[in-house]
């Protein structure tokens, strides 16, 4: 064996460990680096000694009470929301024509950034929003926009709607891959023999299966709803904003002071996440009690009832896709728009006008964007083959504590563990860059990457690479030569999850950029607090065009690459 073959072997070996330092190691320290300022300790700000001041002022901050009950009502109802929706529409209409519908349009919306289905929502419900012109005046009488508080409400509705239609299609597909493994025809095919319903006999039957296999994720859209930051900056309220918005303000304030504060704050963000992960646990376990009761009272179901769930789910669904399509469209209108007075429901004339002005500022940060995006992803890409080519050459089975390991950067929020690496470069003098924020953000790419090529990959046929070893080949020509080949079309697929991933990556850029990293993503929120319809619309479709280019892609590039082998072409 030649030194290179036995470097190639031990790249696979040695992936699953490094996969484990990527997850854990960034986790720990930044939560250690959190931790210690939230005390008082940070010497490179004349933090000497513990001390509980910190906790002391923010407990003092006026706006707090407020701001952690806007991040447990936001979290809660959006994850419960998201939930009902895509539960209702699997069950009362998988295998219909609605059903594949469905399926086609929330699938792309995945890869639509926050941000930007964040401003197209508020464009479309503002006060002087598309909505409001297209029913005005001849519903409403408004001549004027109305002196209505939509976007931004003091209840933060209009981020809860934004983020139901964000995480609707997340849960959708996680629910899609799980329902093989249910097999839900058979369960439904028995429910119907003894009666019931079909809507009812999907939920008793098949529904905890399919909760078991998605419990992670949906903790998952819980952890991440309490603790946004870039959607609620848009949408959520201001005086006093969600308490993880706060943090990041006290983060990025001139007044290093204030650093103290902003720890203590991203300890107790993490200690209300924590909380409601608590309760949503007891939650599962009060509801799986009374679901046994209502399984062992045996009702049929049926009825007005359940019809009226059925368009439930279909409204709910429709509503999560019809928002964020709308949205884009009215970003795109916005930015070709010249003279739009309220309450026209159109522009007087479409114009290059805006693009030739905003164009060439995007260049720069476009490039940055697409060159983090691209580089995380192959990191992340490189390491999800290594870590499954592993488990196949060893026989290993899937593990639970990985699958919970992957899902660590996604469940901690954000904004706990990030201000701590920031804190802890600022105490080793480090400079946030390029190189460091790729890091970052392949610490969130990882797990879409894995979650999305892990199935493809372990159900992929391994009586190939039987045949293949049987003609002569080695682990690696097999890799390479049959079995990446037969998988490019779900490699690209998670390649271009994961750089979509990427590209609507905002708190990374800026803590761990420390401003001087500027992605279209940072530029488009920068813009937010200002009243530029316009450059804001170019910004966000730059931002959308960015994260759905791979898809095309990866639509493409299978088919350019097996034109002649009609097997590979859809596989």
């Not at 706006?63 to 809660?76: K, P």
């Not at 001849?138 to 809860?160: C, F, K, M, N, Y």
Request: positive net charge; glycine residues 10%; aromatic residues 8%.
């Amino acid at each position: 064996m030649t030194a290179a073959a036995g470097r190639a072997r031990r790249v696979p070996s040695l992936a699953p460990a490094l996969t484990v330092a990527l997850l854990l190691l960034p986790v720990s320290a930044g939560l250690l680096g959190v931790a210690a300022p939230s005390l008082g300790y940070m010497p490179a700000l004349g933090g000497e000694r513990l001390s509980a001041l910190p906790f002391r002022e923010l407990f003092a901050w006026p706006g707090l009470s407020r701001a952690v009950a806007l991040s447990v009502l936001v979290g809660l109802a959006a994850t419960a929301l998201s939930l009902l929706a895509v539960m209702l529409i699997v069950a009362g209409w998988r295998g219909s024509r609605a059903f594949r519908a469905l399926e086609r349009a929330l699938s792309p919306l995945l890869s639509v950034p926050h941000a930007a289905a964040a401003f197209g929502l508020a464009f479309l419900i503002a006060p002087s929003g598309w909505i409001s012109r297209a029913l005005s005046p001849w519903a409403t009488g408004w001549e004027r926009p109305p002196d209505l508080l939509i976007v931004q409400d003091p209840w933060g509705l209009s981020l809860i709607l934004g983020l139901v239609a964000k995480e609707v299609p997340f849960l959708f597909l996680m629910t899609l891959a799980a329902l093989p493994q249910a097999q839900p025809a058979k369960s439904e095919t028995v429910a119907r023999a003894l009666g019931y319903a079909p809507l009812t006999g999907w939920f008793k039957t098949v529904f905890p299966r399919i909760y078991r296999q998605i419990r992670l994720p949906v903790l998952a859209v819980l952890a991440y709803s309490m603790s946004v930051v870039d959607m609620a900056i848009i949408l959520g309220p201001s005086a006093p904003p969600p308490l993880s918005v706060q943090v990041v303000r006290w983060m990025n304030d001139p007044d290093l002071a204030l650093r103290f504060r902003a720890a203590a704050g991203a300890m107790l963000q993490l200690g209300l996440v924590a909380a409601a992960l608590l309760l949503w646990a007891g939650l599962e376990k009060a509801g799986a009690a009374l679901g046994r009761r209502w399984v062992e009272r045996g009702g049929r179901g049926g009825g007005a009832a359940e019809g009226a769930l059925r368009l439930l789910g279909l409204a709910l669904a429709a509503l999560s896709a019809g928002a964020v399509f709308a949205g884009l469209g009215g970003l795109a209108i916005w930015s070709f728009a010249g003279l739009w007075p309220f309450p026209d429901a159109l522009p007087e004339g479409p114009t290059l006008r805006s693009w030739m002005r905003h164009g060439p500022a995007l260049a720069a940060p476009m490039a940055e964007t697409l060159l983090i995006a691209a580089a995380a992803t192959a990191l992340s890409l490189f390491l999800t083959i290594a870590c499954l080519e592993t488990e196949s050459r060893h026989g290993l089975a899937p593990s639970g504590r990985a699958l919970w390991l992957l899902y660590l950067p996604l469940i901690v929020p954000q904004v706990a563990f990030l201000t701590g690496l920031q804190t802890l470069a600022l105490a080793a003098g480090l400079d946030g860059g390029r190189g460091a924020v790729i890091a970052a953000h392949a610490l969130f790419v990882l797990p879409y990457v894995f979650l999305s090529l892990a199935g493809p990959w372990r159900e992929w046929d391994a009586r190939q690479a039987l045949v293949a070893r049987t003609l002569g080949a080695g682990p690696g020509r097999v890799l390479f030569a049959v079995r990446l080949p037969m998988l490019l079309r779900p490699a690209l697929t998670a390649a271009a999850v994961g750089f979509a991933a990427s590209v609507g990556q905002y708190l990374p850029t800026l803590l761990i950029g420390g401003g001087a990293v500027r992605t279209a993503t940072t530029e488009a929120v920068a813009l937010a607090a200002g009243g530029d319809r316009r450059a804001i619309a170019i910004w966000s479709l730059a931002q959308t065009a960015a994260a759905l280019a791979p898809f095309l892609a990866a639509a493409l590039i299978p088919r350019l690459a097996w034109r002649n082998r009609a097997g590979l072409r859809d596989g």
